[in-house]
């Protein structure tokens, strides 16, 4: 058997040795953005890893194999601190949204609330995948969803009266374009 390869592995449960023992979602990610092989690769957003690899663990090998695309969709997702927060922000809300927090909570007062750190990034991530009552369809598009959404924390979008810097498609060229081979 050759080697394993980004097209050819497996997504599985749990964190691997090498590529050999199959590979997580994040680890595929590190795979495609050329890092060494890792569960947290440097160019995915922390808060999106975390999400990530809790999900990942947390579901059925046939749903797993949809997060292929996801892996190749959040390289490239670090940002600034202040993306990261929204993104947390974001993360905690869709829990909330899921589950309520626990009234024991309600009980510390708001003013010592503000004192408390903020929770890592892999408690919030743990937190929002408890908080999702069964793991189905429905919720596998939810889930999917929310990746859709944090990515979409910090993107750059240009206005609509910049579209003259479009290029056009090279089947809609008069005259195809020369471009070099990299």
Not at 41 to 47: D, E, G, L, W
Not at 135 to 146: F, K, N, Q
Request: hydrophobic fraction near 40%; aromatic fraction near 4%; include cysteine.
């Amino acid at each position: 058997m050759g080697s394993v390869t980004f097209q050819t592995i497996k997504l599985s449960k749990g964190k691997h040795r090498s590529p050999d023992d199959g590979a997580c979602v994040m680890e595929l990610a590190s795979m495609l953005a050329g890092e060494q092989f890792t569960d947290h690769p440097a160019s995915v957003c922390p808060v999106i890893s975390a999400l990530m690899r809790s999900y990942n663990d947390s579901i059925d090998d046939r749903r797993r194999q949809d997060l292929y695309a996801y892996a190749a969709k959040v390289v490239g997702s670090r940002s600034s601190l202040a993306v990261e927060r929204a993104r947390a922000e974001r993360l905690t809300a869709w829990t909330h949204e899921r589950r309520p927090p626990r009234r024991s909570r309600w009980l510390v007062s708001g003013r010592l609330r503000a004192f408390a750190p903020d929770p890592p990034v892999h408690i919030l991530a743990a937190r929002a995948v408890q908080a999702i009552s069964a793991h189905d369809d429905r919720t596998h598009a939810e889930v999917l969803s929310l990746v859709d959404s944090l990515l979409s924390i910090g993107r750059r979008v240009r206005p609509a009266d910049m579209s003259w810097l479009d290029v056009p498609a090279r089947d809609q060229l008069a005259e195809p374009l020369d471009i070099p081979a990299a």
